[in-house]
């Protein structure tokens, strides 16, 4: 008949334990030193070897000859196979006062083969307030020749007066490298073909259980007839691999739930275990938070990251933290619930429907702002309007005809001139501003697709969501603003092309380059040359550079932006004067 891996490797002695150090260093001290308790409480998670210690204990404690705290297994003691000095009781089953006064009565008889009576009584938390009290007496003080060994998952459900007459001692979950490590030896003994990445994904799922991996393992073998791969293991277990949690969280960053629900009718078809996949999603999430927020702990413990790589530059960490709060909300009331594929579904409609409130909201209160903005500079053109409407009326005076003849000097607002050559000057100030931003252009635009980057292009698109988090910064509000109404069209390692629905954004963009490149260069960390057109000039350019029928070559870049806008400082009371004149001329 066969026999499960988990039984047939169960660990015979303490140095097969895995995991549980601590354990078995104060048992073996225990042992060597004489100092033997009369009752013991281990306390753990499921599969974690509570009872193979309690048994493996009992079994030392009552060899004849001992060696390095193992049993010879030559001895009467060792060679029996069902040893009566050895009880174990299923409280679970015996769990009323009937079956613990039975066992009272039996205490008193002498050991047969060894030195001691060992009771285990496993899942001690299931008896009874009756069964507890009837055991009580008995526990504190027992024969000489009795042990007690009570093993608990659940050690907060046994009571206080039990607890204290019990030396306790907490059995940890297996961490995952023990599990591996175990693994490992039972497929090569049992030559099992595995991947490593199959052996690493079980040990995450049997969450520090050894049972439950070793038995995970033996299903895996039953399931494929080549190579056991980690495909196999999300096969088997219902859950999913990297590439599809990766997949659902680009969904939500899409906000595209229609194709979400989409995958949550494959995933119930394909009988997916829901209570296990929002597990294993919040685990992914909890991964990117930690690349984002820790990466070299990160890159420490994680060997594949190319996945993480790619999707933490596309969201925040304010987003991250709200949908692992989210799903934790509902990870808890799934494991209360039948309908757990109902619950999964309302978890992602939650994250998509708060997000886009939040979108809706942040676009409410930048359209404040702008609002704002609008009626103050309305404000700034009447005032300005009325001062030129009420400025004296430029009297030419004797002494003037000769002055006037002379060739006129740079205007200010101290000389006393007409509204005529005001608007003039303030015309050939942005004339002669745009025709520099016309060259710089022209030529940022041949540079761009000159060496255009679709991989680059693609890196950063989801990065300008960053912006919406710069509308409430009064230093970038207005910069983030401009950008945010503006498509990222093109891109190479250095230059980004934006196109606006008309020409009068485009040239709003243009004329504040370099707030805007700072502005760029605080979310992306990198220094990018902007530039911007509309959307009549791109369907010209695409088309040019899509076949062909124009070539498109780089130039180094000789001028300095901070020098071109310089040169109209000494004009910027005439421009911020007469803002309305310069905004429709």
Same mark, same amino acid.
Not at 16 to 26: A, T
Not at 253 to 274: M, R, S, T, V
């Given at each position: ?49 509570? @009872? ?50 039975? +066992? ?5 008889? +002498? ?64 961490? @995952? ?43 895996? *073998? ?19 691999? &990297? ?18 629900? /989409? ?40 060997? $594949? ?27 808890? /009331? ?15 409609? #939650? ?25 103050? %500079? +309305?404000?700034?053109? /009447?005032? $300005? ?20 003849? &002379?060739?006129?000097?740079?205007? @200010? ?42 991989? &680059? ?46 020409? *009068? ?41 899509? #076949? ?36 429709? %001329?």
């Amino acid at each position: 008949m066969y026999q499960a891996l988990y039984r047939k490797y169960r660990p015979k002695t303490l140095d097969d334990v895995y995991g549980q150090d601590v354990i078995v260093k104060i048992i073996k001290n225990s042992i060597l030193n004489n100092q033997i308790s009369h009752a013991y409480l281990f306390a753990g998670p499921r599969g974690t070897g509570k @009872t193979s210690i309690a048994k493996i204990f009992a079994k030392i404690i009552n060899c004849e000859n001992p060696i390095d705290c193992k049993p010879c297994g030559e001895c009467v003691s060792c060679t029996q196979k069902n040893n009566s000095d050895i009880i174990e009781i299923d409280a679970a089953s015996n769990n009323g006062v009937d079956e613990i006064r039975e +066992l009272r009565n039996k205490v008193n008889l +002498l050991p047969a083969y060894g030195k001691y009576k060992v009771y285990i009584i496993d899942e001690v938390h299931m008896l009874t307030q009756g069964a507890f009290n009837a055991l009580l007496k008995t526990l504190e003080e027992p024969p000489a020749h009795v042990i007690f060994i009570l093993a608990t998952t659940d050690p907060h459900k046994v009571i206080e007066t039990i607890l204290s007459r019990c030396q306790r001692l907490d059995f940890k979950k297996i961490s @995952t490298e023990a599990i591996v490590e175990n693994l490992s030896v039972i497929a090569e003994k049992e030559k099992i073909n595995v991947d490593k990445e199959a052996l690493i994904e079980i040990a995450k799922l049997a969450d520090g259980g050894m049972r439950d991996s070793v038995g995970m393992l033996d299903q895996a *073998r039953a399931y494929t007839e080549g190579k056991i791969t980690v495909n196999d293991i999300h096969d088997i277990n219902g859950t999913l691999t &990297e590439t599809d949690l990766n997949k659902l969280l680009e969904n939500i960053i899409d906000n595209k739930l229609d194709e979400i629900l /989409e995958k949550i009718e494959k995933y119930n078809d394909q009988g997916k275990n829901f209570v296990k996949l929002l597990e294993e999603f919040i685990d992914f999430v909890r991964n990117i938070l930690l690349y984002k927020e820790a990466p070299k702990y990160f890159k420490e413990r994680k060997q $594949n990251i190319e996945t993480y790589e790619q999707i933490a530059p596309k969201i925040t960490i304010k987003e991250l933290f709200s949908i692992i709060e989210t799903f934790n909300k509902y990870s808890f /009331e799934m494991k209360n619930n039948n309908n757990s594929k109902l619950l999964f579904e309302l978890a992602f409609i #939650k994250i998509i429907s708060d997000k886009n409130s939040e979108i809706v909201e942040k676009n409410e209160q930048k359209s404040k702002k702008l609002l704002k903005l609008s009626e103050k %500079n +309305l404000q700034i053109k /009447e005032k $300005n309007i009325k001062n030129v409407e009420n400025s004296p009326k430029n009297v030419e005076k004797p002494e003037e005809k000769q002055t006037k003849s &002379e060739p006129s000097s740079p205007i @200010t607002l101290k000389e006393s001139v007409t509204d005529d050559k005001k608007i003039q000057n303030v015309k050939k100030i942005k004339d002669k501003l745009h025709s520099n931003i016309e060259q710089i252009k022209q030529i940022r635009i041949d540079n761009t697709l000159a060496k255009f980057n679709k991989k &680059e292009l693609k890196n950063i698109i989801p990065s300008l969501e960053l912006l919406n988090d710069l509308l409430i910064n009064p230093d970038y509000s207005h910069a983030a603003s401009i950008l945010l109404d503006g498509t990222l069209k093109a891109a190479s390692d250095t230059n980004l092309i934006f196109v606006y629905k008309t020409k *009068r954004l485009s040239d709003l963009f243009n004329e504040n380059l370099i707030v805007l490149e700072e502005t760029i260069a605080k979310i992306l960390n990198k220094k990018y040359n902007l530039i911007a057109t509309n959307l009549d000039e791109w369907e010209i350019i695409k088309n040019d550079f899509n #076949k062909k029928l124009r070539p498109f070559i780089y130039k180094e870049e000789r001028f300095n932006l901070e020098d071109i806008f310089k040169e109209d400082e000494e004009d910027d009371n005439i421009q911020s004067m007469f803002e309305d004149i310069i905004e429709y %001329n």
